[in-house]
């Protein structure tokens, strides 16, 4: 593991909220065994369409990947790509990433804080990625975690968003629904601990109206298991 990369995340989450620690918390200590989520049977048909699209939506392209956290989605998003940032708040996770069959000299990856970005710098991006980070953004903050990730865009800048969409037989039930909307899952990993967690399933008309008139040609894209939505920048 990065000693730097391991300090860096460890300074960032001194400075969140409860609630932001406890999920930053609950996915590094998933890190080892997240990905069996993939391996679930009824889940591999839109696996695999969602991987094969990928690589297409960014040929050329420099990509922002936010909350990459093991890096599944990595080496289909950066196969034609011009460079690729992966980025997330856990080093433990990217240290998985980082193992994953990539595309050389083209990813790079980076510990960063999805909601500000301030790691960045002054970097600018003509695309950008986020695979199952939506659902994890609380109601209220939507709209201001779009607008800074926007702010790293060019214009044109192709983004794609994919996540989970709810189904009985798949997911975990949800635990409970607050005053804002919010939906929430309890988590429990394999030693016994139990977290909770924000997980939302937004419509396609709740996506595209959060999106706002700075989306160009948003496309949702219905899957059993998840959805995929793309869009340019104005």
């Given at each position: 593991?990065?000693?730097?990369?391991?300090?860096?995340?460890?300074?960032?989450?001194?400075?969140?909220?409860?609630?932001?620690?406890?999920?930053?918390?609950?996915?590094?200590?998933?890190?080892?065994?997240?990905?069996?989520?993939?391996?679930?049977?009824?889940?591999?048909?839109?696996?695999?369409?969602?991987?094969?699209?990928?690589?297409?939506?960014?040929?050329?392209?420099?990509?922002?990947?936010?909350?990459?956290?093991?890096?599944?989605?990595?080496?289909?998003?950066?196969?034609?790509?011009?460079?690729?940032?992966?980025?997330?708040?856990?080093?433990?996770?990217?240290?998985?990433?980082?193992?994953?069959?990539?595309?050389?000299?083209?990813?790079?990856?980076?510990?960063?804080?999805?909601?500000?970005?301030?790691?960045?710098?002054?970097?600018?991006?003509?695309?950008?990625?986020?695979?199952?980070?939506?659902?994890?953004?609380?109601?209220?903050?939507?709209?201001?975690?779009?607008?800074?990730?926007?702010?790293?865009?060019?214009?044109?800048?192709?983004?794609?968003?994919?996540?989970?969409?709810?189904?009985?037989?798949?997911?975990?039930?949800?635990?409970?629904r607050d005053a804002e909307g919010n939906t929430y899952q309890i988590r429990t990993l394999d030693d016994g601990s139990s977290y909770e967690v924000v997980k939302n399933f937004p419509t396609a008309e709740q996506a595209v109206s959060a999106l706002g008139p700075r989306a160009i040609d948003a496309r949702w894209t219905p899957h059993e298991h998840y959805w995929v939505l793309e869009y340019e920048l104005k």
């Amino acid at each position: 593991m990065s000693e730097v990369g391991h300090d860096q995340s460890m300074q960032i989450k001194a400075d969140m909220g409860l609630e932001d620690q406890q999920t930053a918390r609950y996915y590094a200590e998933r890190a080892a065994y997240y990905e069996r989520v993939y391996h679930k049977p009824e889940r591999q048909r839109d696996l695999r369409r969602m991987e094969a699209a990928l690589p297409e939506c960014f040929a050329g392209r420099h990509v922002l990947e936010l909350a990459c956290g093991t890096g599944w989605w990595t080496p289909f998003g950066a196969r034609d790509c011009a460079s690729w940032l992966a980025t997330d708040l856990n080093e433990e996770t990217m240290q998985i990433a980082r193992q994953k069959a990539l595309p050389a000299g083209k990813v790079q990856f980076q510990v960063v804080d999805a909601y500000t970005l301030t790691e960045l710098g002054s970097a600018r991006f003509n695309a950008a990625f986020a695979g199952c980070w939506w659902s994890h953004v609380p109601l209220s903050r939507l709209p201001a975690w779009l607008d800074t990730l926007h702010s790293r865009l060019e214009p044109g800048a192709r983004v794609v968003m994919l996540d989970n969409s709810f189904v009985q037989t798949s997911n975990l039930p949800i635990s409970r629904r607050d005053a804002e909307g919010n939906t929430y899952q309890i988590r429990t990993l394999d030693d016994g601990s139990s977290y909770e967690v924000v997980k939302n399933f937004p419509t396609a008309e709740q996506a595209v109206s959060a999106l706002g008139p700075r989306a160009i040609d948003a496309r949702w894209t219905p899957h059993e298991h998840y959805w995929v939505l793309e869009y340019e920048l104005k």
